[in-house]
């Protein structure tokens, strides 16, 4: 079976880095996409347990892809929801964009 903390951080990169690089201005299409993208993602996401309740998640919250800063927001929320559920620290959805995108100042 896979190891779902390396699957888990390796899943994450993708998901924050497809935020990072969706449009600023999304047409309908590209809004469209990423809503049946994070669908399908969570169906087939190789963990089971995880997938089930990242699938119920989804539902109860619909994924925003209106804008980048949306989607970001939207992924980061997401994120937090099962740093919650597994006892780590909420992470500052504030500073989403300068962790995956633009990087840290340091
Ligand atoms: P990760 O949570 O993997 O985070 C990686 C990096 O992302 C962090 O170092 C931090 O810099 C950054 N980060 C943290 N929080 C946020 C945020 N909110 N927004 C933006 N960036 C952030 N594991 C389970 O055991 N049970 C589950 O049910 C489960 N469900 C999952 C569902 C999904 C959809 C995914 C992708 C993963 C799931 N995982 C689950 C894996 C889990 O979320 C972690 O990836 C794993 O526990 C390793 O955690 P980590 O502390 O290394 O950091």
């Given at each position: ?21 969706y449009?600023t ?43 980048r800063d ?37």
């Open positions: 079976p896979p190891d779902v903390a390396a699957l888990g951080q390796s899943s994450w990169t993708l998901l924050h880095s497809i935020a990072a690089t449009p201005t999304p047409t309908t299409t590209e809004q469209s996409d990423i809503k049946s993208f994070m669908k399908l993602f969570s169906k087939l996401y190789p963990c089971w347990v995880c997938a089930e309740d990242f699938q119920h998640y989804i539902q109860k919250k619909e994924v925003r892809a209106g804008s949306e989607f970001g927001n939207w992924l980061c929320e997401a994120h937090n929801e099962v740093n919650k559920k597994l006892g780590k620290a909420t992470f500052d959805c504030s500073k989403w964009e300068e962790r995956w995108r633009t990087g840290w100042k340091d």
